[in-house]
């Protein structure tokens, strides 16, 4: 039997870590929701601390997904560019409200001769994290694009959307600033929460990382006491909940597990 080392204390979300624009969040809720909450406390998650949870990271070529990755996972930066071939991958491992939770992070290549074989590992996906260019207005344009390509792959009213600005540093406040416009624009037309980083600088890159497990934590602890409800009763039950702010997912629903 091999014995996981214990989860970095670094990796240790105790409270809901909060969105980056409250125009283009995932929910508007600022602590996990109380269903979520008591399950941890009452250790009612069933499988959810045995899991891996599936991020695929897409976009255009040379818009930084590996450097934002490597900046998380790794807390390096490499200023040469070297084109993802295919796909690779990293594991991180947290502990969200006293359970662990592991995320599997998928570095996709953007290069169109490589598209093929990166888009045969799409499939299975929790969230998709949608990377363009704050400098670089094509990149935000084809974002709809790849949303389209992992959507083909994966239950739209299940996954989660992250659209990532990146390179910040490059990107003087002004220019910034118009260029964010458009963004959450594009955030709000695909139901994403909107991220701005700087895997340079290092910029929001933790904050980022730590939204993406505490929500792919929360859709998974309110699937699975949806799930054990419904076996109970031999029907499906819905979670109750008083609080009425959206939980979106691709589909512009809340996932089938909040509502
Ligand atoms: N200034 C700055 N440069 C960055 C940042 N992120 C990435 N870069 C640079 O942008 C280039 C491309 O970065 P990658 O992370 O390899 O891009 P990618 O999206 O993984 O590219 P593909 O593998 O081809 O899809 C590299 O030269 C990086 O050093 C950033 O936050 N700031």
């Not at 091999?2 to 909060?18: C, G, N, T």
């Not at 045969?120 to 974002?143: C, K, M, P, W």
Request: proline fraction near 3%; charge should be positive; charged fraction near 25%.
């Amino acid at each position: 039997m091999s014995v996981l080392a214990p989860v970095r204390r670094d990796r240790v979300v105790a409270e809901l870590p909060q969105c980056f624009r409250k125009e283009a969040a995932l929910h508007a809720r600022t602590a996990f929701h109380p269903s979520v909450t008591s399950a941890c406390q009452e250790q009612r998650t069933g499988t959810v601390g045995f899991k891996i949870s599936k991020i695929i990271v897409v976009g255009d070529l040379s818009v930084g997904k590996t450097c934002l990755i490597n900046r998380f996972c790794k807390d390096t930066f490499d200023k040469n560019y070297k084109a993802t071939i295919g796909v690779d991958f990293e594991m991180e491992r947290f502990e969200v409200l006293g359970v662990p939770f592991s995320l599997q992070l998928w570095d996709t290549a953007g290069q169109e001769r490589f598209k093929c074989i990166a888009s045969t590992y799409y499939r299975g996906a929790q969230a998709i994290v949608i990377v363009f260019d704050v400098n670089n207005v094509a990149s935000l344009e084809h974002t709809r694009q790849w949303l389209a390509d992992a959507l083909k792959e994966n239950d739209p009213a299940n996954v989660l959307l992250f659209l990532v600005g990146s390179k910040k540093d490059l990107s003087p406040p002004a220019r910034y600033s118009l260029a964010e416009k458009d963004a959450l624009k594009v955030a709000q037309e695909m139901r994403a929460e909107y991220w701005a980083v700087s895997s340079l600088t290092g910029e929001n890159v933790r904050e980022f990382f730590f939204r993406v497990a505490a929500l792919t934590f929360e859709s998974s602890v309110l699937a699975e006491l949806e799930r054990s409800s419904a076996r109970k009763i031999g029907d499906v039950v819905r979670i109750s909940s008083n609080d009425s702010d959206v939980y979106l997912t691709a589909q512009g629903k809340k996932p089938k597990c909040c509502r």
